[in-house]
């Protein structure tokens, strides 16, 4: 959880699950979006072969299609490697703060801005970090949204 060096230790403990497990989700979601181009024109393929068309049509129209198939699984690849983005920690942390109530996470790595050294200032100020550091604990990790239909609004990943 590097994204966020000021958080308290305590803090850090209980969001390390949800933390990469949100991550992890983030991760799955960028490779669908990036990749399901490639997978639709290998599912094709192998459609294709599984149903006999290479026996049927001509040696040169399997050619032609394998040379067809072939480029487009290597620009289809391309084009995924091009639009997949790793997903930093600081948007892991972002998300999984985004589904809290009072954004906790935000609140832990802030520092008091004003009434620093007036003792009814800081009494607020320490009500409000422990109660952030409560609803910490309910955090769960963030479920990727690995929908497709936004992307695809043609049908074709099937």
């Known amino acids: 959880m590097s994204g966020r060096n000021d958080l ?3 803090a850090e403990r209980q969001l390390k699950w949800p933390f990469r497990l949100t991550f992890l989700g983030m991760f799955a979601e960028n490779t669908v979006r990036a990749f399901w181009p490639l997978w639709s024109v290998l599912l094709v393929t192998l459609a294709a072969l599984l149903l006999g068309f290479h026996e049927i049509l001509p040696l040169e129209a399997v050619w032609a299609s394998g040379v067809l198939l072939i480029g487009g699984a ?3 690849f391309a084009r995924g490697v091009r639009r997949f983005r790793f997903p930093s920690a600081e948007d892991a942390l972002q998300r999984l703060d985004m589904t809290l109530p009072g954004r906790p996470i935000s609140a832990l790595a ?3 801005a004003i009434g620093a050294g007036d003792a009814e200032s800081e009494a607020v100020w320490g009500a409000h970090i422990a109660r952030m550091a409560e609803r910490i604990k309910g955090a769960k990790p ?3 949204d690995l929908r497709l239909s936004r992307r695809d609004p043609f049908g ?3």
Do not use: C, F, I, K
Request: charged residues 25%.
């Open 8 to 10: 308290p230790a305590q």
């Open 74 to 76: 290597l620009y289809t």
């Open 110 to 112: 802030d520092r008091q």
């Open 142 to 144: 963030v479920e990727p």
């Open 156 to 158: 074709l990943r099937y």
